[in-house]
């Protein structure tokens, strides 16, 4: 499985942005996907998750409410719609997959067996 993660960009605090993962390479619909972020300094930190059934949605606290996940599998593309965007969620966003199972969603990175290469997302105050 390929992932190619785009969208991501410099913008202002309150602001929204939305952040897309491409995938190859397996039929779209059997994966599980997640995003992860990294800032400088720090760890990858879970962001949120869908399962193969698209309606099992899951999210990080610091991101619920103004962050949604979704799918289209007839584009083989996840989507991370984010509005209000806040200086702290600044990072590398990355997408991740993994074969799914059923409404099942993961929140770990050790769930996911495949990765794309991220892309950076910068909000200024």
């Known amino acids: 499985v390929q992932l190619q993660a785009s969208g991501g960009g410099l913008v202002q605090a309150g602001d929204s942005l939305r952040v897309s993962c491409a995938a190859s390479?397996?039929?779209?619909?059997?994966?599980?996907m997640g995003w992860f972020r990294q800032a400088p300094g720090k760890g990858r930190e879970f962001v949120a998750a869908?399962?193969?059934?698209?309606?099992?949605?899951g999210y990080s606290d610091s991101v619920k409410g103004r962050f949604t996940i979704s799918r289209e599998n007839s584009k083989n593309t996840m989507y991370l719609q984010m509005v209000n965007l806040k200086p702290e969620d600044t990072a590398v966003y990355y997408c991740?997959?993994?074969?799914?199972?059923?409404?099942?969603?993961?929140?770990?990175?050790?769930?996911?067996?495949?990765w794309g290469q991220g892309t950076q997302v910068t909000v200024s105050s």
């Open positions: 991740a997959a993994r074969i799914g199972s059923g409404g099942r969603y993961y929140n770990t990175a050790d769930g996911y067996n495949y």
């Open positions: 869908i399962a193969k059934i698209g309606r099992f949605t």
């Open positions: 390479g397996r039929t779209f619909s059997t994966l599980a």
